[in-house]
Nanobody, 122 residues
Framework: QVQLVESGGGLVEAGGSLRLSCATSGRAFSPYAMGWFRQAPGKEREFVGFISYSANTTLYANSVKGRFTISRDNAKNTVYLQMNSLKPEDTAVYYC???????????????WGQGTQVTVSS
């Protein structure tokens, strides 16, 4: 079992930045690839970013590419999502998730955090 806890969400003005953290516990963190997803009210949960367990590979949704950066510190069992140049359309609940797959599909993720709210005002 892997437990995931997100933090760092909040209210920010358009153009601002936030850094989300996802702390993990339970089974060894390092064999898992990690993903960030988000869900806005009335919408499906969508992929945001992926990082392999070695951090050699990162993937991003087109909507966030060039603005968001995903990273991880395996010594701290933590994954991060640095979000810059935030837009009102980035408003959503953000979730981190763990997978043994190389995937952007939420159905391939085995463990999920409870989510953290990000609100971007215009």
């Amino acid at each position: 079992q892997v437990q995931l806890v997100e933090s760092g969400g909040g209210l920010v003005e358009a153009g601002g930045s936030l850094r989300l953290s996802c702390a993990t516990s339970g089974r060894a963190f390092s064999p898992y690839a990690m993903g960030w997803f988000r869900q806005a009210p009335g919408k499906e949960r969508e992929f945001v970013g992926f990082i392999s367990y070695s951090a050699n590979t990162t993937l991003y949704a087109n909507s966030v590419k060039g603005r968001f950066t995903i990273s991880r510190d395996n010594a701290k069992n933590t994954v991060y999502l640095q979000m810059n140049s935030l837009k009102p359309e980035d408003t959503a609940v953000y979730y981190c998730a763990a997978t043994r797959s190389y995937s952007t599909d939420k159905s391939d993720y085995n463990y999920w955090g409870q989510g953290t709210q990000v609100t971007v005002s215009s």
